[in-house]
């Protein structure tokens, strides 16, 4: 599977920005989507992730509320619309497909589970 994150910029506080991951060489429906975040100096935090029938859709504290994960199979496509955008959601951005069975919380958040990873978009908030 192949993956590309898009719809990164500058917005300011309290904006809204859409980001797109679409896939190429096997169909989404049978993985685990997800996206991360990466700011300078640190490790990959979980952002959101949503199974591929809907069977569960998680948040992290951070965002929960405030961002919401959609996917469409057929497309082969995952976004993450992000609203009450802060400075500190300022970070690169990075969709992920896991093929590993994981259902619960701690499981969807490790990035460790994830066995494909697209190139990141950047998301920048000026305050």
């Known amino acids: 599977v192949q993956l590309q994150a898009s719809g990164g910029g500058t917005v300011q506080a309290g904006g809204s920005l859409r980001l797109s991951c679409t896939g190429s060489g096997r169909p989404f429906g049978r993985y685990v989507m997800g996206w991360f975040r990466q700011r300078p100096g640190s490790g990959r935090e979980f952002v959101a992730a949503?199974?591929?029938?809907?069977?569960?859709?998680y948040y992290g504290d951070s965002v929960a509320g405030r961002f919401i994960i959609s996917r469409d199979n057929g497309d082969n496509a995952v976004y993450l619309q992000m609203n009450s955008l802060k400075p500190d959601d300022a970070a690169v951005y990075y969709c992920a497909a896991s093929s590993v069975r994981i259902t619960t919380r701690q499981a969807v958040g490790f990035p460790g589970k994830y066995d494909f990873w697209g190139r990141g978009t950047l998301v920048t908030v000026s305050s």
């Open positions: 949503r199974h591929s029938n809907g069977d569960f859709t």
